[in-house]
């Protein structure tokens, strides 16, 4: 028969207490955070689980605001190539106006001063900005794309923007390849002549002479250029080169229009992606909701369960600790 010691009873007590305290104490927690995982022990599948979902959600804000980026950036591209092809549009009208040879000089020099300000507006146009970034300068943002002579001063670069996991767009469009024509574009010798001796006329204003020759050369024209020469033509009274320049500035509106299409096309795109990041933290937040919250009914249930269990132990060792050797003589 073994001897069971006074102190061997009371660490048994102890013990059964602590571990029913134990048990108490971690459905409090859980039931003051409605929590099923309050640390990784809890459940270690489920937290390397929820891990993960975190992570996603932490690449899915940074897309969102990728996304928000790019969408301004795109819309205020969107709206300047809408005033550019107005523009151009309108400086097409007037060069199918004056193409004729109804027409004094006189009005031609009128209608010149009005395609100097279509060019004018254009270079603005082409400089502009959002904040300190330009539009059109490559990923030479904080250079201004063009001077006053319509001389490309960025780079070819693209911004390329992240939207999605190893999903990237391009969020502008450069200066060179919107402004600039077709390279190896066959053109008249002739239509590059500079003539600044003319004392009659602005000598900023490059004077394109009629055409003496037929040699052709290799040359990369600019929308600014197209604008230049159709000005010159008007100022020196050269209906036959004003018809020549229409083909060129049908070719430059429809790049322009093209450029306004591939921004659509971008634009659906960010919002496609948007849509999907939306469902994908939709998704996340129920997989997290079923991995880390506690099930209310089952946890206060067995709240209360402890709670008698805690109250029937204290009982018991109530009684087990005011027994003496007397109590088992009798």
Same mark, same amino acid.
């Given at each position: 028969m073994s001897r069971v010691s006074e102190n061997s009873s009371i660490h048994s007590i102890n013990y059964a207490v602590g571990k029913t305290k134990g048990r108490l104490e971690e459905l409090q927690l859980k039931g003051s955070t409605l929590k099923r995982m309050n640390k990784?022990?809890?459940?270690?599948?489920?937290n390397a689980e929820l891990l993960a979902i975190r992570s996603q959600n932490i690449d899915a804000?940074?897309?969102?605001?990728?996304?928000?980026? =790019?969408?301004?950036?795109? =819309?205020?591209?969107e709206d300047v190539l809408e005033e550019m092809t107005d523009l151009l549009s309108k400086a097409k009208e007037l060069a199918i106006g004056q193409a004729s040879t109804i027409y004094a000089p006189e009005i031609r020099q009128g209608v010149a001063k009005e395609i100097h300000q279509i060019r004018q507006q254009m270079l603005s146009l082409s400089n502009k900005r959002i904040g300190n970034r330009f539009l059109f300068a490559g990923q030479k943002v904080l250079t201004r794309p063009f001077d006053q002579d319509g001389k490309y001063l960025g780079d070819k670069n693209k911004i390329n923007i992240e939207i999605n996991k190893d999903v990237y767009i391009p969020v502008n469009i450069t200066g060179h390849e919107l402004f600039y024509?077709?390279?190896?574009?066959?053109?008249?010798?002739?239509?590059?002549?500079?003539?600044?001796?003319?004392?009659?006329?602005?000598?900023h204003v490059a004077i394109?002479?009629?055409? =003496?020759?037929?040699?052709s050369v290799e040359v990369q024209s600019s929308v600014f250029d197209e604008l230049r020469a159709l000005e010159n033509a008007m100022v020196t009274d050269n209906? %036959?080169?004003? %018809?020549g320049l229409l083909e060129r500035m049908d070719s430059s509106i429809e790049r322009m229009v093209g450029f306004r299409a591939q921004v659509g096309a971008i634009t659906n795109t960010i919002t496609n992606s948007e849509t999907n990041i939306e469902k994908t933290k939709l998704v996340n937040e129920a997989q997290k909701s079923r991995i880390e919250d506690a099930d209310v009914t089952e946890l206060f249930a067995d709240l209360q369960k402890e709670q008698n269990v805690l109250k029937a132990t204290y009982n018991a060792s109530s009684k087990l600790m005011n027994t003496s050797l007397m109590d088992f003589l009798k």
């Open positions: 990784p022990s809890d459940d270690p599948v489920g804000g940074q897309y969102m605001r990728n996304i928000n980026f =790019a969408q301004t950036q795109l =819309a205020y591209t024509g077709d390279l190896n574009k066959k053109l008249e010798k002739s239509d590059l002549d500079l003539d600044q001796q003319r004392p009659d006329i602005d000598p394109m002479r009629k055409p =003496a020759s037929t040699e209906p %036959q080169l004003i %018809q």
